[in-house]
């Protein structure tokens, strides 16, 4: 193969989403170990505006490249490719995205740069099988669409049973207590006040010594997709109120990267009942799960993945188009027969760390995209792409609603394959 001359593309500032600022600092590390790839220039970007926008196209055409890689969520890549597409050479130049869980809010600027993007070959790499599956419903060559995890940086996730231990110790658990834990987001979407009482009335009804740990900011985004807003301090009110005399729940505060590499060494199982819009990935409990930590996750978006590369994963069933609910939620159900599942079959002396989304692997893939993208032109968005940018553009701040509060037709037509209808249970 021959040496690609690239140039890397990210924003200046950090991102808000500290997942985010861990999956862009990886990607930028593993494409700095690709010997294919010669880093001619890192471009990076500050508050764009149309003029700032022009103005980086224009510099982008002066470089020595023939390959763009674009690693971060923001700026939309469509508007930078647009400038640089008019001031762009003839020589070929190819492209790499990593698409985020933001694509769809970005349908109307992807849309006016069709006919720009139609002069590269392009390879959108999707986070998760769900996520590669919305976006063959938006573009018309799903040759350039590939799916794999966002990789991780296998030297900070290593299980320590020293570690283990000492956390433990700090914590005040006994030997004898089963610890789940869940990091990330605390908000509706992510389903934690789901979690905090279904866990509770669980350990109750069996009788059972469970403890689930919880870590994270919280945040009152609500359902936008559904005009559905929150104001400040109400999801943290909300479960707060939702603890009341329960005793097996310990909220942990916002934790450091060190501070949940403990945590995660501490825990016996990592749980998450999330039915997120964009929860198509999932970097909490990709992190997790290279301690050697099992796995339950919902059978939403990316979650059903991670079956792919960790052996002991357990999905949880989740509504989807429900007539009696507003939006995709777990069963209980379900979750009782993972959760009971997983204590029949505990042992805490067997942990296997995992190494199935570390840099080396995951160089492998970025090594077939990169040879797939002489099949990857792009020819365009479809009518589905046309019909969610145009709702998007007529009522952003409700783009999925339909009747009586609920979602639209369209919403669910796009998100079909958010929910995966073959798993064990």
């Given at each position: 193969?021959?040496?690609r001359?690239?140039?890397?593309?990210?924003?200046?500032?950090?991102?808000?989403?500290?997942?985010c600022?861990?999956?862009?600092?990886?990607?930028?590390?593993?494409y700095?170990?690709i010997?294919e790839?010669?880093?001619?220039?890192v471009?990076e970007?500050?508050?764009?505006?149309?003029?700032?926008?022009?103005?980086?196209?224009?510099?982008?055409?002066t470089?020595?490249?023939?390959?763009?890689?674009?690693?971060d969520?923001?700026?939309?890549?469509?508007?930078?490719?647009?400038s640089?597409?008019?001031?762009?050479?003839?020589?070929?130049?190819?492209?790499i995205?990593?698409?985020f869980?933001?694509?769809?809010?970005?349908?109307a600027?992807?849309?006016s740069?069709?006919?720009?993007l139609?002069?590269?070959?392009?390879?959108?790499?999707?986070?998760?099988?769900?996520?590669?599956?919305?976006?063959?419903k938006?573009?018309?060559?799903?040759k350039?669409?590939?799916s794999?995890?966002?990789?991780?940086?296998?030297?900070?996730?290593?299980?320590?049973?020293?570690?283990?231990?000492?956390?433990?110790?700090?914590l005040n658990?006994?030997?004898?207590?089963?610890?789940?834990?869940?990091?990330?987001?605390?908000?509706?979407?992510k389903?934690?006040?789901?979690?905090?009482?279904?866990?509770?009335?669980?350990?109750?009804?069996?009788?059972?010594?469970?403890?689930?740990?919880?870590?994270?900011?919280?945040d009152?985004?609500?359902i936008?997709?559904?005009?559905?807003?929150?104001h400040?301090g109400a999801?943290?009110?909300?479960w707060?109120k939702?603890l009341?005399?329960?005793?097996?729940?310990?909220?942990?505060?916002?934790?450091?990267?060190q501070?949940?590499h403990?945590?995660?060494?501490?825990?016996d199982?990592?749980i998450?009942?999330?039915?997120?819009?964009?929860?198509?990935?999932?970097?909490?409990p990709c992190?997790?799960a290279?301690?050697?930590?099992?796995?339950?996750l919902?059978?939403?978006?990316?979650?059903?993945?991670?079956?792919?590369y960790?052996?002991n994963?357990?999905?949880v069933?989740t509504?989807?188009?429900?007539?009696?609910?507003?939006?995709?939620?777990?069963?209980?159900?379900?979750?009782?027969?993972n959760i009971?599942h997983?204590?029949?079959?505990?042992?805490?002396?067997?942990?296997?760390?995992?190494?199935?989304?570390s840099?080396?692997?995951?160089?492998?893939?970025?090594?077939?995209?990169?040879?797939g993208?002489e099949?990857?032109?792009?020819q365009?968005?479809?009518?589905?792409?046309?019909?969610?940018?145009a709702?998007?553009?007529a009522?952003?701040n409700?783009?999925?609603?339909?009747?009586?509060?609920?979602y639209?037709?369209?919403?669910?037509?796009?998100y079909?394959?958010?929910?995966?209808?073959?798993?064990?249970?």
């Amino acid at each position: 193969m021959r040496i690609r001359k690239a140039t890397i593309i990210r924003q200046l500032d950090k991102s808000s989403w500290t997942s985010c600022q861990t999956i862009t600092q990886n990607l930028f590390d593993l494409y700095h170990s690709i010997p294919e790839i010669e880093i001619q220039k890192v471009l990076e970007i500050e508050s764009p505006t149309p003029f700032s926008t022009f103005e980086k196209g224009f510099e982008l055409s002066t470089h020595e490249t023939d390959l763009l890689i674009f690693i971060d969520h923001f700026p939309c890549p469509a508007s930078i490719i647009k400038s640089f597409s008019e001031q762009a050479s003839s020589r070929p130049i190819d492209i790499i995205i990593h698409i985020f869980g933001d694509f769809t809010l970005q349908a109307a600027e992807w849309l006016s740069a069709e006919e720009e993007l139609k002069n590269f070959n392009i390879k959108f790499i999707c986070a998760s099988d769900a996520q590669a599956s919305l976006l063959g419903k938006l573009i018309q060559n799903e040759k350039s669409i590939d799916s794999f995890f966002f990789p991780l940086n296998e030297y900070t996730h290593k299980f320590s049973s020293e570690t283990r231990n000492k956390k433990r110790h700090d914590l005040n658990l006994s030997n004898d207590d089963i610890v789940f834990v869940y990091t990330g987001r605390l908000s509706m979407q992510k389903n934690v006040v789901e979690l905090s009482t279904m866990f509770n009335e669980i350990n109750k009804l069996f009788n059972l010594n469970l403890k689930l740990l919880i870590a994270g900011p919280f945040d009152d985004l609500g359902i936008p997709y559904i005009g559905q807003y929150s104001h400040e301090g109400a999801y943290a009110t909300r479960w707060l109120k939702s603890l009341e005399n329960i005793s097996c729940v310990k909220y942990l505060g916002i934790l450091d990267s060190q501070e949940l590499h403990e945590l995660y060494c501490a825990s016996d199982c990592f749980i998450s009942l999330s039915t997120h819009n964009d929860e198509d990935f999932g970097m909490s409990p990709c992190e997790a799960a290279a301690t050697g930590l099992p796995l339950i996750l919902t059978n939403w978006g990316g979650y059903y993945s991670f079956s792919k590369y960790f052996e002991n994963v357990s999905l949880v069933e989740t509504s989807f188009n429900d007539p009696n609910s507003t939006r995709p939620l777990p069963l209980k159900k379900s979750l009782i027969k993972n959760i009971l599942h997983f204590i029949e079959n505990y042992n805490p002396s067997v942990r296997k760390p995992s190494q199935s989304c570390s840099l080396s692997i995951m160089k492998e893939n970025i090594q077939g995209s990169l040879e797939g993208l002489e099949y990857s032109k792009f020819q365009g968005f479809t009518e589905m792409m046309i019909k969610v940018a145009a709702r998007f553009s007529a009522t952003e701040n409700s783009p999925f609603s339909g009747v009586r509060g609920n979602y639209s037709d369209l919403y669910f037509d796009l998100y079909s394959s958010y929910v995966k209808k073959d798993h064990n249970v």
